[in-house]
């Protein structure tokens, strides 16, 4: 169990990047998801023991690792968002030069360790490539490769699909996916699919907040009945966003709108359907609710404020 309690980040600035953050994740794969500057890296840079926090604590199964980063360094796996790679060497010697690094322990020998995780990652073929031949989703792999070294208890992945076209996207979730069979895999991402094709839970920060986690079924369960869509025109559009909760309105064939709206049942804009819930309405609906909750807390005169308190 990786445990995260009131986790606060305040960089010189000040720039409070985590406001009070925790989370309880249990072995499995967890999706942390949130928009740009939410304060994913920021966090997995402190659970991976390599950025302080400000204050809270962290533990991975019992292990305090802000007291003692190097006890948990030998039981973690981190393929960062940008990874540095060496061009102009093979698959099979990038990987070892990591090995190296890490000073992973390979009984075995680290030949054959490079081979064999090589293999799990479907690199086999290409060991003996240069690097700069690799396609996107080949790196990502390699980068797995030495994240998995020395088979970690905690792996952290930090927006690992992002420019990565749809084939080398599922093969990497099928690694991902048995990776988080017996070991604790933190996915980061902003893609909300990664998170609903992998993850039985998942939690949402805004803001240096979580303003939602758990598991991803139950989430999207206690939306049953309450999302509608419906096909509109650009006026409509704006009309119907005066009237009711609209998450989403994606353009379709350059000038209608596929438009989902949430509330009540029987409140729905005349012609609109109800639709299973998907991940991207819970997303999109823990967003909004949490700008109003902002835009609330910033409309309240500071005496108010005051007399409440
Ligand atoms: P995310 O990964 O979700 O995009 P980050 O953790 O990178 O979010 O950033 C959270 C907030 O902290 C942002 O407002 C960002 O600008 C700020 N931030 C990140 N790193 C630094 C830094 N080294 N110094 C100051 N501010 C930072």
Redesign the pocket.
């Known amino acids: 169990m990786l445990r995260i309690q009131d986790l606060v980040?305040i960089?010189?600035?000040p720039?409070?990047?985590?406001k009070g953050v925790s989370l309880e994740i249990p072995e499995g794969l967890f999706g942390l998801l949130?928009?740009?500057?939410?304060?994913?890296?920021?966090?997995?840079?402190i659970l991976s023991g390599l950025l302080e926090p400000t204050g809270g604590s962290v533990t991975l199964d019992g292990v305090d690792i802000v007291k003692d980063p190097r006890a948990v360094w030998a039981r973690l796996g981190y393929l960062p968002?940008d990874f540095g790679f060496y061009p102009s060497l093979s698959g099979a010697q990038m990987l070892d030069f990591l090995l190296r690094l890490k000073g992973v322990d390979a009984p075995q020998g680290r030949k054959a360790l490079v081979a064999e995780l090589l293999e799990r990652v479907n690199l086999a073929d290409a060991a003996k490539r240069k690097v700069r031949t690799y396609s996107g989703g080949m790196r990502q792999r390699l980068g797995i490769a030495q994240a998995i070294a020395g088979n970690p208890r905690l792996v952290i992945v930090?927006?690992p699909t992002a420019g990565l076209d749809p084939e080398e996207r599922q093969r990497f979730y099928r690694i991902l996916a048995e990776l988080g069979r017996d070991r604790i895999v933190l996915l980061?991402t902003?893609i909300v699919e990664d998170i609903a094709t992998l993850c039985p839970r998942f939690a949402v920060?805004r803001g240096?907040r979580c303003v939602t986690s758990g598991g991803t079924s139950d989430a999207r369960k206690r939306l049953d009945g309450r999302v509608f869509e419906g096909i509109v025109q650009p006026d409509e559009l704006e009309r119907i966003r005066a009237a009711h909760r609209v998450t989403q309105a994606v353009l379709v064939e350059g000038s209608l709108f596929r438009t989902r709206v949430q509330g009540e049942p029987g409140s729905q804009p005349a012609g609109f359907v109800s639709v299973p819930p998907t991940l991207e309405d819970v997303y999109f609906g823990v967003m909004d609710e949490s700008r109003a909750a902002d835009a609330a807390r910033a409309s309240v005169p500071a005496f108010a404020t005051a007399t409440v308190a």
């Open positions: 980040k960089y010189p600035g720039v409070a990047a985590l949130g928009p740009n500057g939410a304060g994913k890296s920021t966090l997995m840079n968002q930090d927006e980061s902003h920060i240096g």
